[in-house]
């Protein structure tokens, strides 16, 4: 498949993606000068779109919270995969951005953990998945570790108590030789810590091969698939729901 990558920055969501056998094509990147604004996409060339807009203005651990601003450039993502009109397209972001419903295409949601992939952190990741044919992207666990190290953050290379670069990289994914010679110290922390783990985005990609329309997906989002008369893949998603209704019911102050 020819896949085109949206905002890839160092592009670990894409290396994910190549690393199962797709065909990678990046847009323009504000890192290497280059302005989405001003992208076209060729009609019907890609059989998906991918990215993630950046996030911090959704982000709630961000003082500057704007999701009103953040909503341009997943706007810009939005008009691509319009102009694109692929087969699925999948957005990564946090959790603070609004559920993206495209027309002509179904919609899903993906709460995924980086320790579900092997990974000694839990830092989640929203996925959102939409397909003009309603198939359905199921996404399995492959190696839950327990999450034994705080999550990898992009400004964590703005702190003096920083991990070594080769750790940050490993627990995202990356080899711990994997280098940005032509980064600043904060600029790699930064462009590693956006990205996606990569090991998370093997298996967003091995379940792009493996779409299916015979399937049930858990209501918690976390996209594992149930069966039978199943609402909910497991007791933690049931207490996950339980934790969003209670937050739904709450009275306004």
Wanted: proline share 8%.
């Amino acid at each position: 498949m020819l896949i085109l990558s949206l905002f890839p920055g160092v592009d670990l969501l894409g290396k994910g993606f190549e690393d199962e056998g797709f065909c990678i094509v990046r847009g323009p990147d504000l890192i290497f000068g280059g302005d989405v604004y001003h992208f076209v996409p060729p009609p019907e060339r890609f059989d998906g779109v991918i990215g993630g807009p950046p996030c911090q203005l959704f982000s709630g651990i961000n003082r500057s919270r704007n999701p009103e601003q953040g909503m341009e450039l997943v706007n810009q993502f939005i008009r691509i995969v319009k102009q694109a009109r692929p087969q699925f397209w999948l957005m990564e972001n946090v959790g603070g951005i609004p559920d993206i419903h495209i027309p002509g295409y179904s919609w899903q949601r993906l709460d995924l953990r980086a320790n579900w992939f092997g990974l000694a952190q839990s830092r989640k990741r929203y996925i959102q998945f939409g397909h003009r044919d309603n198939l359905v992207l199921t996404v399995e666990p492959s190696h839950i570790v327990p999450a034994t190290e705080p999550i990898c953050l992009a400004s964590e290379g703005q702190r003096t108590d920083r991990r070594g670069w080769s750790e940050f990289c490993q627990l995202q994914g990356l080899p711990r030789s994997f280098d940005l010679p032509s980064f600043s110290l904060s600029a790699k922390y930064k462009a590693v810590g956006n990205g996606v783990p990569v090991p998370m985005a093997r298996a967003l990609a091995r379940g792009i091969k493996t779409l299916r329309s015979d399937v049930t997906v858990c209501d918690c989002g976390c996209g594992r698939a149930v069966t039978g008369k199943a609402f909910t893949a497991g007791p933690a998603c049931r207490k996950r729901l339980q934790r969003r209704r209670e937050k739904c019911d709450a009275p306004e102050l």
